[in-house]
């Protein structure tokens, strides 16, 4: 066997060709794996931006800033994400408490805007161009009593949008404003529980508690750049009468209902969980565990102003749920089949009466035979205050 010239330097893997490294590429689908790639050396990392790659798998983030990088169980510290509040219902961008309000801030390129706080509301009446001062005034007279920001969407550089909780008196509110605003715009007197949002199209649709859907027309003000709500009109008709449904063995049906855009569709995921409960003192209800989940998924059509259910979402379409973030996704790896949902356990803790030892974790249902599983067994947290959400490098 004839040996190399003694003046050939050693093969190294940078001299691999970048079409071939695309390739090697290609077939790892986690997120944690390409940036390990692309380290490497400058070669490799130049494939990594190789227009031509399917994107990578979604990320399961933790309220601890621990990463799951889907398929795999493998844990790493994200620590863009680190001291996150909340996720924002759309893109990657997390929520961040600042000195005067708070912050969305993308973990993956780091851009950053601001959005004002709480307590700096404006309020209007549907359709009344004019400002209520006297709306301001009261928001910041009653800091104690401050909304919770239910879900935020970055719909456009020109308009953020929310569902205020106002718990101390059971109402909810949509609310807008402009990155970089000193104040939100919501409006007075529409009595509606907006459990949902979804910007879709150019356009805000806000579903209500028993699955009614209605379109938000926003409006600008000209003279200083700041939306509101011109306009709140039913689109489509609720399915549900009731989101609680107790039977006698001790069984809790409880309703949790999302918003997901999906293509160039809307859809309505319902979700059903039976709750196994014990009577503590007659007035307090304790849940020991959610033993089954089940879902059905509607399309809107806004032709026909109605819900059309769905059996299937497509063998190259996943949706990933929480309660504060919903996305369809095209699924092209072979790690993930597709037609199924992805969700939270205990997102949120819906019932109140989740026992404080009560832990949540990742599942999937499949829409082909409605069977539940889960794809990180060995992962759970506990449920706080700031909430798992999901990731879309």
Sequence with gaps: MEEAPASMPPASWADIPVELAGLVLGRLPAHVDRVRFAAVCPQWRAATRQGNLPPPMPMLLLPDATVYSLPRSEPFHFPACAGYTDACGTGNWLVFSGEDGCFLRDPFTNDTVTVPALSRTRFKRVGDESDDEAGLTWMEMCKAKLPDAHKIVFCSPHLIAAIFNYSSVEITRIAVCQPGASSWWSVLGNGLLFVD??????????????????????????????????QIQQVISGLLSTQMIFLPDGVLILRVSYLVESDCAVLLVCREIDLLLI???????????????????????????????????????????????????????????????????????????YSEEASSSCSVYSMG?????????????KPGEVFATWLFP
Excluded at 216 to 226: A, F, Y
């Design 197 to 230: 949002i979804v910007f879709h199209q150019g356009k805000l649709y806000a579903l209500c508690s028993d699955d009614t859907l209605f379109a938000v027309d926003i409006s600008v003000d000209h003279s200083t750049g700041d939306p509101w709500v011109s």
């Design 279 to 353: 009577a503590g003192n007659w007035d307090s209800i304790e849940v020991l565990e959610a033993e089954r989940s089940r879902f059905e998924v509607y399309e809107a059509n806004f032709g026909q102003s109605q819900w059309t259910k769905v059996t299937t979402l497509g063998n190259d379409q996943v949706l990933f749920l929480c309660r504060r973030f919903c996305r369809s996704v095209n699924i092209s790896h072979n790690e993930m089949p597709g037609d199924r949902i992805f969700f939270m356990d205990n997102d949120e803790g819906y019932y109140p009466g």
């Design 369 to 381: 035979d409605s069977e539940v599983s889960t794809p990180l067994p060995m992962v759970s947290w």
